[in-house]
């Protein structure tokens, strides 16, 4: 039977005329690190979702975490008849069962596999039961050194830095590391639009030109993980806002579509002129408040922070390293609004941010900015 069947390569390309080619395709599988690189290289995108590294989310005190024994605990066992199909119809039938008994559709089981938990346990060996992020120094690195390094155990321990900066290897800390993405036309573009349209804008009651603005932003979004569409969008967050540039169909002729996406959700004022701030405000918040009871973290919320916490960085340093008080800062114009619609309106992002899964340590940063602001 396997015999005959035709290979992979004719199966994808000639059989079905290579249509992943342009596809964005979910490759579910157990334990799919080992299927997801032989269907990744034939398809525009791929993302992987792995049933076994569900089941140890949902099921961590599971004795083990074979299709099998999974299926069995989960009560979609089937009776095997020895066909290679039966292992995908049970992966398939996993998959539906942690979908619906958890109420959860596909895009948040993506999430969820892919999300660090800080729960999890150590499903093999000597320290099994143990919490990963509790496991002795020397076995984490035996560990690392040991297992394939997409094995779901050392993908924990590398997503958790805290502990993973301390038990990285001399090796690995010597090893040439590739960075996450490299600045394409999206990254450029974005600067050049930025750059063009802020040319005339100044920082707040200062001759600072607005692009360092943009590219603390920017900065920021990179360093706490963003992607290069992110980083783009941050240059071109307040492009909407502040210059003439309002039609968004136009910007996305000059920077995509996935772009404006995060602007236009960063943006609280399409007018000119704006509406009244604290209105503008509080739509602002609401409009916060609805991205983060999102069941997917929705991509404009870092950048949206990254933004709170620039601002209230340069704020709080005019308060540490010049002797202001928020009182001397706060005042109209430049600013729109007085020290205690302010204080309101940082304290609102903090709390908003802080019931977000975004980025903790940026939340933390604009929490201490705004207590050294309104101390
Ligand atoms: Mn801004």
Same mark, same amino acid.
């Given at each position: 039977m396997v015999k005959d069947a035709p290979t992979l390569d004719d199966f994808i390309t000639v059989q079905h005329a290579d249509k992943f080619r342009n596809s964005n395709v979910l490759v579910v599988a157990?334990?799919?690190k080992f299927d997801y690189p032989?269907?990744?290289?034939?398809?525009?995108?791929?993302?992987?979702?792995?049933?076994?590294?569900?089941?140890?989310?949902?099921?961590?005190?599971?004795?083990?975490?074979?299709?099998?024994?999974?299926?069995?605990?989960?009560g979609v066992h089937k009776v095997p008849t020895h066909r290679a199909l039966d292992d995908v119809e049970t992966s398939f039938a996993l998959l539906q069962h942690f979908a619906t008994a958890n109420s959860l559709s596909i895009s948040?089981?993506?999430?969820?596999?892919?999300?660090?938990?800080?729960?999890?346990?150590?499903?093999?060996?000597?320290?099994?039961?143990?919490?990963?992020v509790d496991l002795p120094k020397d076995y984490?690195?035996?560990?690392?050194?040991?297992?394939?390094?997409?094995?779901?155990?050392?993908?924990?321990l590398r997503n958790t830095p805290d502990l993973y900066i301390g038990i990285r290897t001399e090796a690995?800390?010597?090893?040439?590391?590739?960075?996450?993405?490299?600045? /394409? !036309?999206? #990254?450029? @573009?974005?600067?050049?639009?930025?750059? %063009?349209?802020?040319?005339?804008?100044?920082?707040?009651g200062t001759t600072i030109p607005y692009?360092?603005?943009?590219?603390?932003?920017?900065?920021?979004?990179?360093?706490f993980g963003g992607t290069e569409v992110q980083a783009g969008a941050a240059l071109l967050h307040d492009v909407i806002e502040d210059t003439d540039l309002k039609d968004t169909f136009f910007l996305a002729a000059l920077v995509g579509p996935e772009i404006v996406k995060i602007v236009v959700a960063c /943006? !609280?004022? #399409?007018? @000119?002129?704006?509406?009244?701030?604290? %209105?503008?405000?509080?739509?602002?918040?609401?409009?916060?408040?609805?991205?983060?009871?999102?069941?997917?973290?929705?991509?404009?919320?870092?950048?949206?922070?990254?933004?709170?916490?620039?601002?209230?960085?340069?704020?709080?340093?005019?308060?540490?390293?010049?002797?202001?008080?928020?009182k001397q800062i706060f005042i109209n114009p430049p600013f729109n609004a007085g020290v205690d619609e302010q204080k309101w309106w940082y304290t609102s992002l903090v709390a908003e941010f802080s019931k977000s899964t975004v980025a903790p340590k940026l939340v933390e940063r604009l929490d201490r900015a705004v207590k050294v602001i309104f101390k």
């Open positions: 157990h334990n799919a032989m269907f990744a290289p034939y398809c525009a995108h791929a993302t992987q979702l792995c049933t076994m590294n569900l089941g140890r989310k949902f099921y961590p005190a599971a004795p083990s975490y074979k299709l099998g024994v999974l299926a069995k605990i989960c948040e089981l993506i999430e969820l596999e892919q999300a660090v938990d800080p729960d999890a346990v150590m499903p093999f060996g000597k320290h099994k039961g143990t919490k990963i984490a690195i035996w560990l690392i050194n040991t297992l394939d390094k997409d094995d779901w155990v050392v993908r924990q690995e800390m010597t090893e040439k590391l590739m960075p996450n993405w490299q600045p /394409t !036309d999206i #990254f450029l @573009d974005a600067f050049k639009v930025a750059a %063009e349209k802020h040319k005339d804008g100044v920082r707040k692009i360092s603005h943009l590219l603390a932003v920017s900065a920021l979004v990179i360093e /943006t !609280d004022a #399409f007018e @000119d002129p704006k509406p009244p701030w604290r %209105e503008r405000k509080e739509k602002y918040i609401v409009h916060l408040q609805e991205m983060i009871a999102e069941p997917v973290t929705n991509a404009a919320l870092l950048v949206a922070l990254a933004d709170k916490v620039h601002n209230a960085e340069t704020t709080a340093n005019m308060v540490l390293l010049e002797g202001l008080t928020a």
